[in-house]
């Protein structure tokens, strides 16, 4: 990111007064951790400036704050809108996309698992499901299938919770997430932690 300012217009800078440091704090952390979860950093960046300051961006309003090319800027908010975890925003009178982040975090736990389901766990286990049959009855690569065996079926049963989770009601989720509550910390609002 370069140093050129988030705008003055966004609702988060009146709030607080260090509020463009504590932006650009998380925004270069999720920047970071979007390579290590396998996601372009630029698409981790846009989602977390759209998230920390809850705000409604226009595409070019995220360009200039970010440092980045408009095409990039472009591919990635339609990548976030295909997630579900960014939304365009239409304001009677208004000509620009606005964008803006889901917020809710059970639901948006719940977009990120389908679209993780989707990309990794369900292919990984069509591949552990094809080489397992492979070696099926064949005494020399029976160590072999029986580590790809135990393997499918920790996969399976991945996918099995992930389904569970899947069709919880967000307000379920929350419930469940009191069970992972710190006992130092005060009892939890609406967020469900």
Known sequence: MDKTAIPASRDIMSAFPHAESLIRQFVGHWGL????????????????LLYITGSDWTAEDLRRSLGVSRGNVSMNLRELLAWGVVHKVHR???RRE???????????????L?????????????????????AEGQEELRGIA??????????????????????????????IGHLFRDEK???PGNEGF
């Open 146 to 175: 029986e580590r790809i065996e135990s393997l499918r079926r920790f996969f399976r049963a991945i996918d099995i919770l992930a389904d569970q989770v899947l069709s919880m009601p967000v307000g379920d989720l929350a419930e």
């Open 92 to 94: 009677p009178g208004e």
């Open 114 to 134: 389908r679209e993780r389901k989707r990309r990794e766990l369900e292919p990984s286990l069509l591949v552990l499901e094809s080489t397992s049959r492979m």
């Open 185 to 187: 910390e005060p009892p």
């Open 33 to 48: 951790m979007a390579r290590s979860w396998g996601i372009n950093s630029s698409m981790g960046e846009l989602f977390a």
């Open 98 to 112: 606005l964008f803006r982040a889901e917020t809710e975090v059970w639901t948006l736990f719940r977009k990120i």
